[in-house]
């Protein structure tokens, strides 16, 4: 039996025995973040703004590089276009080159606002359907080619406009579809084309939305442009859940997003891309860490210039702390298959009242595997509505279920089926057309669904809602406390093991727990704190 024990002093200890004090140097850090760039990257974007406002000038570019390296930033993004701004050319030469001679590297960004016809919907953005809009956003980005090897696209490469000329050009289609096959032209004729007519060795990425729940309706299609562009990255913003304007997102929406969007993107997936705005240092870091969790190959801080000000000094400062362990984590997780209850979300499917449903589930310490399509050998499942997209659904189903796989269906997938039959493993998780409200399952609400959903699986778990499970490759178990209140947790595997803390963020967490043979019972894991186990 090993007895309990207090994380939080065995961290310290090892962090000061091998040399590093809580906080690292600014130059530990800057030769920590080199070192582990191969493993997990860490990157900021200067927008076009920051360009004129804080690049301009060598002083500018000094203190920008300085802060980079206390924060281990090692590539930064250099933004020619946001907003209806072009930024000067020698600006963004000179920025390019001294962050290059410096020892960074180096991309480009456009954010395609402000430009050509501005869409009857929401209005930063433009139509796309218009000559005048196609003809300029051609000339963006011949324009960051010119300067640039590789560049991202923020995500705001989508239409919402139904003007009168959208109407015509759109016919008997649906405005998704419509929307979808546009923007696939748009991509390929007017950024692909152009930019790399300019420079052959261009790669352009784009970046998708954390809303993938909706990317079809504006025109993102996951499927054709992911295989069109050189890389894709995933919006991984989750905000703290009450903020008035930013709020409504759980922490597990990035998780879910990066998970997804890797699985169809493959090798082309880089990284996730967070922000300061609704939040404050827990939820500030806990974007990190669901990014790093989800084997992000980088993790993007944006923007400098926001980061500069609010509530970005301390969420930064908060994050300083956490990088030594992040990258610990993205070894722990980088390339390793996941176990647990397969959660397909097809693209473009529609969720009819079930949104993100997906990031709500994953809250119930239900540890879900994202993936882009159903398959009827999986060992145990989740389905919402949104698996109605599948023309097989129902036949998968019947398979699954006839395998004796235990399968958790909405109600609103429920009151679809087409047949009476019943099984003992079909579990149906009452949604209500209110994904939130699953936040107020009780503990006891929860024991039964989570342990006829992980028995394929060999374990138990028993926790308050709000605390996620993760089950990566053969030997590692990842728990998240999302609570504002330290909680108590129990987790039996069906064998003997021998389990040890890998990663405790934050770093002096007090997470508290014994081991006997195949049971860890957690007294204490702190508020907001995650915890790798390895066995």
Avoid at 222 to 246: F, H, K, L, M, S
Avoid at 355 to 372: H, R
Avoid at 417 to 446: A, H, I, M
Wanted: overall charge negative; aromatic content about 10%; some cysteine.
């Amino acid at each position: 039996m090993i007895e309990a024990r207090s994380i939080r002093c065995l961290i310290a200890a090892a962090l000061l025995i091998g040399g590093w004090s809580v906080v690292a140097s600014a130059e530990d850090l800057w030769e920590l973040a080199n070192r582990n760039k191969d493993v997990l990257r860490i990157a900021t974007l200067f927008t076009a703004q920051d360009v004129r406002d804080r690049l301009a000038t060598d002083e500018g570019l000094d203190s920008a590089m300085d802060w980079c390296r206390k924060t281990g930033v090692t590539h930064a993004f250099i933004e020619s276009f946001r907003d209806g701004y072009t930024a000067e050319r020698k600006a963004l030469e000179h920025a390019r080159d001294r962050f290059v001679e410096s020892g960074f590297d180096v991309s480009g960004c456009v954010t395609p606002t402000g430009f050509g016809k501005t869409s009857t919907g929401w209005r930063v953005v433009s139509c796309y359907t218009n000559a005048d809009t196609q003809q300029r956003i051609h000339e963006i980005f011949e324009y960051a080619a010119s300067i640039f090897d590789e560049i991202m696209i923020d995500d705001f490469l989508f239409t919402d406009c139904e003007c009168e000329e959208c109407q015509q050009a759109r016919g008997t289609q649906a405005w998704d579809e419509y929307r979808c096959d546009l923007m696939v032209r748009v991509s390929r004729d007017r950024i692909l084309a152009p930019a790399r007519a300019v420079n052959p060795n261009v790669k352009v990425i784009l970046k998708y939305p954390q809303w993938y729940s909706a990317l079809h309706e504006r025109g993102y299609e996951v499927v054709r442009q992911t295989a069109d562009y050189d890389r894709i990255w995933v919006g991984t913003e989750t905000r703290d859940y009450d903020d008035p304007q930013w709020g409504g997102k759980v922490q597990y929406e990035a998780y879910f997003i990066m998970r997804w969007l890797g699985e169809i993107g493959g090798a082309k997936c880089g990284g996730g891309w967070f922000d300061p705005y609704g939040t404050h240092e827990d939820t500030y870091v806990e974007q990190a860490r669901q990014t790093v969790l989800a084997d992000a190959k980088e993790m993007l801080l944006f923007c400098y210039g926001s980061l500069l000000g609010g509530t970005g000094p301390a969420n930064v400062a908060r994050l300083r702390t956490e990088i030594p362990h992040l990258f610990e984590l993205a070894s722990l997780v980088r390339g390793q298959p996941l176990r647990g209850i397969a959660a397909p979300k097809p693209p473009n499917s529609k969720p009819r009242g079930e949104a993100y449903v997906y990031d709500f589930v994953g809250m119930l310490g239900l540890p879900l595997v994202p993936t882009a399509t159903i398959r009827d050998d999986a060992k145990a499942a989740f389905l919402p509505i949104q698996a109605m997209k599948d023309p097989q659904l129902w036949p998968k189903l019947r398979r699954m279920l006839d395998s004796g796989a235990p399968v958790l269906v909405t109600d609103g997938l429920a009151e679809r089926f087409t047949t009476s039959q019943s099984y003992d493993n079909l579990l149906t998780l009452k949604v209500g057309g209110d994904p939130k409200s699953l936040l107020q399952l009780s503990r006891e609400d929860l024991a039964p669904i989570r342990d006829k959903m992980l028995a394929p699986f060999g374990i138990r778990f028993d926790a308050p809602n709000k605390v996620a499970l993760y089950l990566i490759g053969d030997r590692c178990v990842v728990i998240e406390n999302f609570n504002d209140q330290p909680i108590d947790a129990t987790l039996q595997f069906d064998k003997p093991i021998d389990a040890k803390a890998a990663v405790v963020l934050p770093v002096d967490a007090d997470v508290n727990f014994s081991c006997d043979a195949g049971k860890i019972v957690f007294t204490t894991i702190d508020p907001r704190t995650l915890v790798a186990l390895t066995y």
